[in-house]
């Protein structure tokens, strides 16, 4: 979405709430008498009417005037139809426009078009005609507007809604999570097997508890499009190192092994480095979580053209061809008899495809039940080699 797009419609729908709405029409064109007859016979109709004979007075009075309609004719001297159209596009993004033209052609039309009007008037017309043009262009403003609207409306909900999820639920959950390991901290020694026990439970289901308000969280601000800075470099080497790091412990636990694979040093990538760790560290723990005793998990890098090639495989309990698909869906986890117990919200593929895509990369998965997994992630290199475009699978 374009900022300043919404910002100006929401203006304007405040304004709207608070008054009528405005039907302003505005009429450029090198012609007195169209000017006139124009007005006369739109603001019988109840239109507030401004009318100017060149295009470059035009443009600067649209600025002011912000008319929801315009019309422009395609062929004045100083300034064409479709100069006019460019830069009030670059003004207005939201004004509905229509050309006015005595020679109209296909390839005028398409042009027009194309610099963004939405209507033909060929001259001569008929009052009538007019009001068709200027009626049906007033209607689909007024629709734009109005799905502007409800846009800001949902996301004000969503807003809403994650707010009211980090802080009226996140934060009993951390209290009570704090609480317990006070608890078993101190009073550890003091306490029945079976009641350390049951805490040890309840300490858990609360870490689950909050890793899916993590994730769901960071879903929702990668929809909002806040992620980290545009045009971000970061070399992979550091990051793929830090994650490993962050999950041998994990993995020991586990009783499975986490190797790093260097097929060739590269280059710096596109992408901030926070978001990367987050993609990696989810393929990582997932490598370590659906994975068997003595099994294995390896990060390997390499290079595939223009693009930065990153593979997780594991040795784990893989997963069936039907389940394939679905995998980078919200919410969707695979429900063995081997899954059942392993905590997870279902979110973590979702949160990596969203975050790859967003830096123009690509995640694609290859499985075989009982065998493992590979997770494969492409992202585009900063100085791409030569060639080309990745050859590999889809996602
Ligand atoms: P979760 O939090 O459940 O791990 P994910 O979105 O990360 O959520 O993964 C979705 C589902 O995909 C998991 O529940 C699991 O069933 C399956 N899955 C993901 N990674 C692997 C893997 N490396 N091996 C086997 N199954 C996997």
Redesign the pocket.
Known sequence: MVPSATATIEHRRVAATSAPPSRRVFVIDDDPVMLLSCRRILEKDGYEVETCSSGVEGIRRIEEVRPELLLVDLKMPELDGLQVIERVRAVDPDVVIAVITGYATIATAIDAMQAGAYDFLPKPFTPDELRLIVNRGHERWRLAAESARLRHEKEDAERRFVTFVSHQLKSPVVAAKQYLDVLLFTSKDAMAPQTREWLARAQARLDEML?LIH?WLELARIDRGTLGEPGAACDLAPVVAQVVETWTAQAQAAGVTLHVEEVEPLDPIRGDAASLATVLS??V???V???KVGGRVTVRTGRDGAFALIE?I?T????AAE?LPR??EEF????TDQ?RD???????????QRLVTAIGGQIA?L?RHGE??T?TVRVPLVRPAASSTPAGDAA
């Open positions: 890793g994730d989810n393929l723990s997932n490598g979580k659906y994975n997780v594991d784990g309990i893989g997963v389940s995998l980078f969707y986890r695979v429900r899954t392993i905590p997870g919200s279902g979110l973590g593929l979702a949160i990596c998965v499985s493992g997994t997770f």
